[in-house]
Every structure is written in structure tokens, then in C-alpha cells.
């Protein structure tokens, strides 16, 4: 009998919180997901830029993917993003997306910490809570999933009101609705991303730490909130409600990572602002003055202030510590700006599999190639960097040029049309796909491009912002 009542009040939660079928008769179909993440998307795109970098996007998505493990099959394929912004968040999107902020990674002390912060996240997505916030409101205020992507994020940055975790509008009808995450939610995400956490052999105590060190950036005045702090409430009582399931027990010492401090140190000494990111890595070097990583951070620190020899030296005395690839790259990127095309080409083609290692040594060999006059051989690194990465902005339009010095004009409009389409330019990308059009005698690619030029002609869009732009 008491396992009777047990049993009854266990399913009861379940239901509640839509853990099992019944609750996800209340969220919006798998199918309706998958389109508003593309509304969604297209919003984003507007009004944050999306770090497109191979290290950090490896590295970010492998965590996340390696929590992803501990939980049950789920309808949607995972992806995990960072967003370059200062603000201190994180968030779960629609179909699986999970993003996080550069100024929340950047405050992370170890690979532990952003897994609890990720492992969060995740539970949020799994739970569908964002789909079912969605579903209701959008049941009270008659709006179209396009009306409800329409004024997606606002607040996100920390201009929302406390509470409100997305915001939502449509611009057609003038209503609006506010979805917000409840102290349930946060709950629920908190202990259902804990198993996940544990099971991928993480501590509970990462977490703690991570909003603990978000907490701990709440000064006076509602300007220097964290955001994070306005869109997950009751960060205290969650705190509270964590440090009670760790009691008496010792806190493990983090496992060191040598990938997430490659990863958060790239984030600093790329993306971040060039006097907080040498502030910070001056003051991590001071800290551990021999780890590789923050080596290489700084460097590239240097090198983004025009200090080309500073920074290879920095990244020299690193690949003495930890012979990485991804630092030979950055020597041949360094050799490269500072117009040392012979000594960026011996460097790059020393690297072996330089393709497998993201876009950005196969861009700079490409472009020192071209400057070099050695086209062909141009033309040949630029065929596998449009094989391994068909969407990389860089590598658009240096192929682009590559082909035209080749002579080869049909595909260097189109890899110039792409190029331009991608980054927001749309009178120069519908006038280098008519001229690739005009060029080309493959029925394929014309009618690619005749495709492309239909969906540039219904865009409507402010031009975007991209982080793969850094550098050409």
C-alpha cells in the first residue's frame, strides 16, 4: 500500500513536469520545433555573432555531446554554439541548440564548471521547457510560430527584466508574450542535469562553483546584473538547494584539462576585446606562468596588437611545453600578416593533416600562395578547403579570388556570390551569382544558383555578423 502511494505520487511529478507522454501533449510538436529554430535562427543571426572557430567549436560541442551520453534519446540532434558577447549567460533553443556566452565561458575556472553549466542547459531542452512555455503562450496570444520568432532574445544580454529567461513578439500583430523559465524549471533543470553530470563523471560541485562565480559578479545597480542572473531564477535557493546534496562531503580536485584551456584561451586572445583579453591573460600567465595554453593566448593577444614577433615567441615557448598543431597554424598565420609568405607556406605544408584541422591554416596557405603567384598550387589547397569546409566565409572568398586568378571565372563568381550571401552583402551577391550564372554550362550548378538567387531575393535581413571574418 505504501509503495501504492509512492509509486502514485512519483508518476504524479512526472506528469507535472512532462517527464513522460502526457506532459509533452502540452509543448509544440517535434515538427514545429525544427521550424522555429530556423525562424529562430535567422533572428539570432541579427543580433549576436555566432563564433564560427574549429578549436572552440570542438571542443565545446564534444562536452557538451559527452554529457549528452548520460541522457535518454532525444528527438533532436544536439548542437552546442558560442555567442561573442560579454554578458554572463547561457540558453537553451529550440531542437537541441544550447548556446553560451564568451563572457560567461571566459570566467569558467576549469572543464568541470562549464559541464555543470552545459549539463543545466541540457536539462532544460530535454525537459522541453522552453517548448512548452512556447505551446501555451502561444495558445493565449493566437501568434504563428513565425510571429513568436519574430522578436526572439531580447534580454538575453541582461536588458530583460528579472525573471523574463526569452522574450518573444510578433512584429505583425503588435502582441507580445514573455516565456519565462519558473523556480520549478530551474529546479527541475538543476536535478535532472545533475544525473546527466555525475553519469559523464563530473562533480555536482562544478556547477556549484559556476554559479557561485556568477553570483559573485551581482554588484549594486540592476545595469551590472549578470544576465544569467535575470534569465535562470532563484540562483540562490538553487545554490542553497546544491550545497545541501554536498554536505560533509569533500570537494574532488578538479581534472585537469589541457583542451578546455586551449579552447577558453583562443576565446580570450581571439575574441574577446584586446585590453580585457591581455588584462586577463597577464593575469592567468601570473597564476601558472607555464601552462601552454595561456602561452598561446597571449600570443595571440600580440599578434591581434600587430606585435607579430612577441607573439610567435609567446607561441614558440608554448609548442616547447605542448607540441599542439593548432599552434603551428597560428605561427603560419603570424608569418603570413607580418608578409613572411615564404616562411607561412614552409610552415603550413609542414603540418601533417592540416585539413582535418579546421579552415583557417588551408585559408592562410591558399592566400599566401596567391601572393607568391603560385595559382595552381592555390587552386589545389583551395579544392580541399571547399571539400572539408563548403561554408567557411574565409574560404569562400579566397577561393573566390583563387579561381579568378586561374582564370576560371564561373566558379570564382559563385564562391564570391556564397561569400557575400553569407556575410549579409546582398546586391554583391546577386551580382556575382548573375555573373556565375551567365559563366557556367553545368545544369547543376545553374540551377544551384538560380536557387540561390530566388531565396536571396525573399531575404529581408540586416547584414551578419561573423567571427570568421577575424583576420581577412
Request: aromatic letters at 10%; hydrophobic letters at 45%; glycine letters at 8%.
Amino acid at each position: 500500500m505504501q509503495k501504492s502511494r509512492y509509486m502514485a505520487a512519483l508518476m504524479a511529478f512526472f506528469f507535472a513536469f512532462g517527464l513522460i507522454m502526457p506532459g509533452y501533449a502540452t509543448a509544440i510538436t517535434i515538427f514545429e520545433e525544427k521550424k522555429l529554430w530556423d525562424e529562430f535562427y535567422q533572428t539570432l543571426s541579427q543580433q549576436y555573432t555566432i563564433i564560427d572557430d574549429p578549436v572552440i567549436n570542438r571542443y565545446v560541442n564534444g562536452l557538451g555531446k559527452k554529457i549528452l551520453a548520460a541522457a535518454p534519446p532525444q528527438p533532436f540532434e544536439f548542437h552546442f554554439h558560442v555567442i561573442r558577447e560579454d554578458a554572463i549567460n547561457a540558453f537553451a533553443a529550440p531542437a537541441g541548440h544550447i548556446f553560451v556566452f564568451s563572457g560567461l565561458f571566459a570566467i569558467m575556472e576549469n572543464e568541470d564548471e562549464l559541464a555543470g553549466i552545459l549539463s543545466h542547459e541540457i536539462a532544460h531542452a530535454t525537459c522541453r521547457h522552453i517548448s512548452t512555455m512556447i505551446e501555451q503562450s502561444k495558445k493565449t496570444n493566437m501568434l504563428t510560430l513565425a510571429g513568436i520568432a519574430a522578436g526572439i532574445l531580447v534580454g538575453l544580454g541582461g536588458a530583460a527584466s528579472a525573471g523574463s529567461a526569452l522574450t518573444f513578439g510578433s512584429l505583425a500583430t503588435g502582441q507580445s508574450i514573455s516565456i519565462a523559465y519558473t523556480r520549478e524549471h530551474e529546479m527541475q533543470a538543476d536535478q535532472i542535469g545533475r544525473t546527466y553530470l555525475e553519469k559523464a563523471g563530473y562533480s555536482v560541485y562544478g556547477l556549484i562553483n559556476a554559479l557561485k562565480s556568477i553570483r559573485s559578479r551581482e554588484w549594486f545597480g540592476k545595469e551590472s546584473v549578470p544576465a544569467y542572473l535575470m534569465t535562470h531564477p532563484a540562483t540562490g535557493d538553487r545554490i542553497v538547494y546544491l550545497d545541501n546534496l554536498v554536505k560533509g562531503k569533500k570537494a574532488p580536485t578538479p581534472v585537469k584539462s589541457y583542451v578546455f584551456d586551449l579552447a577558453r584561451a583562443r576565446l580570450i586572445g581571439m575574441y574577446e576585446s584586446i585590453d580585457t583579453a591581455a588584462a586577463r591573460l597577464s593575469d592567468m600567465l601570473a597564476k601558472d606562468p607555464e601552462n601552454p595554453a595561456v602561452l598561446y593566448g597571449y600570443g595571440l593577444v600580440l599578434t591581434r596588437k600587430g606585435k607579430f614577433e612577441k607573439g610567435a615567441s609567446m607561441i614558440q615557448k608554448a609548442l616547447k611545453i605542448k607540441d599542439d598543431p593548432v599552434m603551428r597554424i597560428e605561427l603560419g598565420r603570424i608569418a603570413y600578416l607580418s608578409g613572411k609568405t615564404d616562411q607561412a607556406v614552409e610552415i603550413l605544408t609542414a603540418i601533417p593533416g592540416l585539413e582535418r584541422l579546421g579552415p583557417f591554416g588551408l585559408v592562410y596557405l591558399a592566400r599566401a600562395l596567391l601572393d607568391k603567384k603560385k595559382v595552381p598550387a592555390a587552386v589545389l589547397i583551395c579544392e580541399k578547403l571547399l571539400a572539408a569546409y563548403p561554408e567557411n566565409a574565409q574560404g569562400l572568398y579566397v577561393c573566390g579570388r583563387a579561381f579568378g586568378s586561374y582564370g576560371d571565372m564561373a566558379n570564382a563568381h559563385f564562391y564570391l556570390g556564397k561569400y557575400y550571401a553569407k556575410t549579409g552583402d546582398i546586391a554583391n551577391a546577386i551580382f556575382h551569382f548573375n555573373q556565375a550564372l551567365a559563366a557556367t554550362t553545368d545544369d547543376g550548378r545553374k540551377k544551384e544558383i538560380e536557387k540561390l538567387l530566388s531565396d536571396l531575393s525573399h531575404r529581408r535581413r540586416q547584414p551578419v555578423r561573423r567571427t570568421d571574418e577575424v583576420g581577412m
